[in-house]
């Protein structure tokens, strides 16, 4: 089993920055890749990012992309979604999700294994 937990969300204005954190703790020997979604009130939960723990290639979803970079300490079993530029559209509760799946993971229905979430919100 693996436990993620994820930290960092919060209020911040439109243009500004936040840093979210997942913690990994259990067998994280078997988390090949990681990733990133949000779900915003009253919409499906999509795709944001993801990293693959062993190869470090990365994807993004089209709207983050060029605004929030994934990357991933496996030192500390830790991972990060640095986000910049940040818009009122980003305004979601954010889940970090982990997989035995090799390769980068895009899709839900690939990750095993999901954080409770942290709330993002971003005033205009």
């Known amino acids: 089993q693996v436990q993620l937990v994820e930290s960092g969300g919060g209020l911040v204005q439109a243009g500004g920055s936040l840093r979210l954190s997942c913690a990994e703790s259990?067998?994280?020997?078997?988390?090949?890749?990681m990733g990133w979604f949000r779900q915003a009130p009253g919409k499906e939960r999509v795709f944001v990012a993801a990293?693959?723990?062993?190869?470090?290639?990365?994807y993004y979803g089209d709207t983050v992309k060029g605004r929030f970079t994934i990357s991933r300490d496996n030192a500390k079993n830790t991972l990060y979604l640095q986000m910049n530029s940040l818009k009122p559209e980003d305004t979601a509760v954010y889940y970090c999700a982990a997989t035995s799946r090799l390769g980068v993971a895009t899709t839900q229905a690939e990750y095993n294994y999901w954080g409770q979430g942290t709330q993002v919100t971003v005033s205009s």
């Open positions: 990293i693959s723990r062993t190869s470090g290639n990365t």
């Open positions: 259990g067998r994280t020997s078997s988390s090949h890749s």
